[in-house]
Each structure stands twice: as C-alpha cells, then as structure tokens.
C-alpha cells in the first residue's frame, strides 16, 4: 500500500502536468520579482526627483536677500563678545522658516559652510570645501538631487541653488530632507507589491489546475489507445484533429508509425506463408522424381533388369527424372544467388544484336508456331548478355508453351526510349484470368494447375526472370486476358542513363 501511495506521488511529481504547473509558475514568479525590482528602482527615483523639485521649488521662493542677511549677521555674531552675541540674538529678527525634517546650510564663495538649521531641525550633511567649490566654479548648478550621509549617519536628499543674482554669486545654498520617510513608503508600496504578487500566484495556481487537466486530455487519450494496441490490434488509429498542434503532429507521427508496424507485420506473415509455400512446392517437387526414381530401382531389383526392354525404359524414366530434378535444384540456387545481393559483369551490349542472335534457337523453339520480330536498332544496355538471354528465354518457352502449334503467334519488339529499352514478347494463347495474373511471378506458382509437370516445370522460371531483371535495374510486368493472349514486358535502362 505504501509502494503504491509512493509510486503514485513519484508520478504526480513527475507528470507533465505538474511540471508545465511549476515552470509556469517560476517563470510567473520570476517575472514579478523582476517587476518588484524594477518598481522598486524606478519609484525611489520618481520619489527623490519630486521631493528634489519642491525643494528646488521652496528654495526659489525664499528671498535670497533675506538669506544673505541672516547669514551674515548670524556669522558676526559667532565672532562677537559673549554679552554683544546676547544682544545680537535678541535684536536680530529670528528664522524666518521652520522644516522639522530638513536642514539648511549656506556655502560662501571661499567655500565656508554656515548652518541655517534652528536647534529642531537636522544637523545638514557637509561636503568638502574643494567640492563647494568646483561646484561654484563649474557655473552650473544642479536640477538634481545628491544624497549625503550626515554626521549622525542619516542619509538627507540634498539640492543646491546658488546665493544672489546669477551675475554677481555670493554662495550656495543647500538644502536637505531626510529620505527615512520617502523610505518608509518606498518599503510599504514593496510590501504591498508582494501580498498582490503572492495573491496572483495562489490565484493562477487555482486557475491553472483545471486549464491544465482539460489541455491535456488529448493525451490522456492517447495513452489509453496506446494501452489498447498490441501485434494483433495495429489497426487503432489516433484522432488528428483534436485543436493541438503539438498533439496532432503526435498522433500523425503514430498513426504513421502503426500503419508501417501493421503493413512490416503483414509483410512478415506474408513472407511466413510464402516461405511455408515455397518449403512444402519444393519438397513436393523434389519429392515427385526421387519417388519416381525409387520406384523404377525397386522394379529392377525385383528381377525387371534382366529383360533388355524394360531395363532401357527404366534407366531411361530415372534419367528423365534426375534430370528434371537437377535443373530444380539448379534453379533453386540461382534463386537464392539472385536473392543476394547479386555479382553481375555488366558490359555495354547492343539488344537488337543479342536477339538476332538468339533467333534460330527461338525459331527451333517455336516449332510450327509463327514468329514475328520487330526490332529497333542501335539499343544500348548496360548488363550482362548471359543472364538477358536466359530472361528471353524463359518469357519465349513460356509463351511456347501457352500458345497452338498450328495457330500460335509469338511477336518478339524491340523498342526504346529515351530512358528505358522494352522487349515484348506476346502471344496469342490461352490467357490468364485476374487471379492468376497476380501470382504469376511467385516460387512454385502454375497459372493451369490441369498442366503436367512434365509440360509444365516447376513454376520458378518467370521467378528467376523477375530477379534477373531486378538485379538489372528494370522492371517486368505481365498482361493479359482470357482466350486473347497475354504480353510480357521487360524494361531495362539505357546505357549511360544509370
């Protein structure tokens, strides 16, 4: 129980509905946090920028005479007696502005500093006197903001704004603010940001549970059909057009898949059967002579050798059976030579040549039957003449064979084309019937099973013709139609086209 409650958390980990959820998610998160960031940056700035533009505003609203003023007088009045400095702050008006959270300092031209700030205000944050006065030197003054860390190590936005006319400077004047209260809601627009975050993430991990489960169903599907199909179940097929793209191109690919499983399987019991075939025509036909055989030996052990006649008939009978036998036995090896890959001495041989050549052998063949030839000349192949005359020969006996002796017609064309050469061989015989014509060229087959094996053959010849002309690079078909006659056609490729 707990090795199934393992396995089953192990597969919802694993699945890839969990995995798209994570990834999904991580990215999700990824990219708030990279937002956070850059909200975080991008509203300090905004923040720093207005309060340093109020400021700048504040200070252009001060009277700068007033300033100078009170600056001076408070500078004389640190450097006058006790008693004179007692009735100095007593005549002198007082401040004139009060910033609890900001401090005041001007700057002289020699680069002095002077604190403007009240006994509530901040302490103001104070910068080199070379740095006061490079700014003064550079003849610009800032729209933006510094931030300064003070003596007691709080960090103050600080601007400048130059004392008097811009014609005849006396000094700077600096202002600060402390950015605690900027930070604070810097910090509370962050936290903010993050419950939403976190609210979003809970509510598209909600949402996406149920989006996920209904996308993939489709492959749920799938891996049910899957489960359904075995060696002797390939005609399942998957549905192509279920709206994914992804999914249909799967389902293409499996149905391609199974459609070569379902014809590679057909093809293997085919060739089982045919093999079954071939074992059984094969002992049948080597069967047949060596009982022929064996039943001549035993007539001539039981005392038929001692008369002339019937020995010469025997001896003769077993010479015609032996060698039927041996010409199986020899087909059935250039069958299995053929089968591999076979080692042929092409040579470029001209056709019309070859079958001139063969016609007084075809003529002797056809005996009483009438022989047409019709011949292109100049027809150039690359084979071997040998194995193009056996394919001749086997096609011409073939038509010999199924055609009259008095009224048989045997036609023998040559032609070519730009590609291709063709030899025809048709005859006027009996025909074969739609059946027939699609098992003329396997092992062992006989169009007229009626026929006489010693008419007849072992049915390998039109066999070993298809190998021979497949080897060759061509191709060999057959028509043909029931008392009309049938026609053989040979096609091999030109020389110098292969």
């Known amino acids: 129980m707990k090795a199934g409650r393992k396995s089953r958390r192990k597969y919802a980990l694993g699945s890839l509905r969990s995995q798209l959820l994570a990834r999904t998610l991580l990215i999700l998160a990824l990219l708030l946090v990279l937002i956070g960031f850059l909200q975080y940056f991008l509203m300090k700035d905004f923040l720093y920028r207005s309060r340093a533009d109020a400021m700048n505003t504040q200070l252009s609203?001060?009277?700068?005479?007033?300033?100078?003023?009170d600056s001076q007088e408070k500078g004389e009045e640190e450097n006058a007696a006790p008693e004179d400095g007692i009735n100095r702050r007593i005549n002198r008006p007082g401040p004139f502005l009060f910033w609890p959270d900001m401090s005041l300092a001007s700057i002289g031209i020699d680069g002095t500093f002077q604190s403007l700030s009240n006994e509530n205000g901040l302490e103001p944050p104070r910068l080199t006197s070379q740095?006061?006065?490079?700014m003064q030197q550079s003849k610009r003054m800032?729209?933006?903001y510094q931030l300064i860390t003070d003596a007691q190590g709080n960090e103050q936005l600080v601007v400048f704004r130059p004392l008097g006319p811009p014609d005849r400077s006396s000094g700077l004047l600096q202002m600060g603010v402390s950015t605690n209260s900027m930070q604070e809601q810097l910090i509370n627009q962050l936290r903010t940001f993050i419950l939403l975050s976190l609210i979003a993430l809970a509510i598209g991990l909600a949402l996406m549970l149920p989006v996920l489960r209904r996308t993939l169903v489709p492959l749920s599907r799938?891996?049910?059909?899957v489960k359904r199909i075995d060696a002797g179940n390939l005609d399942e097929r998957?549905?192509?057009?279920?709206g994914q793209y992804e999914v249909d191109r799967l389902a293409v690919s499996f149905n391609g898949m199974l459609e070569r499983l379902e014809h590679s399987f057909a093809a293997e019991r085919e060739l089982q059967m045919q093999m079954r075939r071939f074992i059984a025509d094969a002992s049948h036909e080597l069967r047949t002579p060596l009982t022929s055989i064996h039943g001549f030996l035993e007539v001539l052990l039981r005392g038929a050798a001692s008369n002339p006649k019937q020995l010469q008939s025997a001896l003769e009978s077993m010479y015609g059976e032996s060698k039927r036998m041996n010409k199986l036995v020899s087909d059935l090896l250039l069958l299995a030579k053929l089968d591999r890959t076979p080692e042929l001495k092409l040579e470029d041989i001209s056709l019309d040549a070859l079958l001139l050549e063969m016609k007084p052998q075809l003529l002797m063949l056809a005996g009483t039957r009438q022989v047409v030839f019709d011949m292109t000349?100049?027809?150039?192949?690359?084979?071997?003449?040998?194995?193009?005359?056996?394919?001749?020969?086997?096609?011409?006996?073939?038509?010999?064979?199924?055609?009259?002796?008095?009224?048989?017609?045997?036609?023998?064309?040559?032609?070519?084309?730009?590609?291709?050469?063709?030899?025809?061989i048709r005859d006027n015989g009996s025909g074969m019937g739609k059946e027939q014509l699609e098992r003329i060229f396997e092992r062992f087959y006989r169009g007229d099973e009626?026929?006489?094996?010693?008419?007849?053959?072992?049915?390998?010849?039109?066999?070993?013709?298809?190998?021979?002309?497949?080897?060759?690079?061509?191709?060999?078909?057959?028509?043909?139609?029931?008392?009309?006659g049938s026609v053989f056609k040979v096609t091999l490729p030109l020389a110098g086209t292969v």
């Open 61 to 69: 609203s001060i009277p700068a005479d007033l300033l100078i003023k």
């Open 131 to 134: 740095q006061y006065q490079a």
């Open 142 to 144: 800032r729209h933006g």
């Open 222 to 225: 799938m891996v049910e059909a």
């Open 238 to 242: 998957f549905d192509a057009e279920q």
């Open 377 to 424: 000349a100049g027809v150039q192949v690359l084979a071997e003449s040998d194995k193009i005359k056996q394919v001749v020969l086997n096609l011409f006996h073939n038509a010999v064979q199924h055609t009259d002796m008095e009224k048989g017609i045997i036609h023998v064309n040559l032609s070519a084309g730009k590609k291709m050469a063709d030899i025809q």
């Open 450 to 484: 009626s026929r006489t094996r010693s008419s007849g053959g072992a049915g390998l010849g039109l066999a070993i013709t298809q190998s021979i002309v497949e080897a060759h690079g061509g191709s060999i078909t057959a028509e043909s139609t029931l008392g009309t």
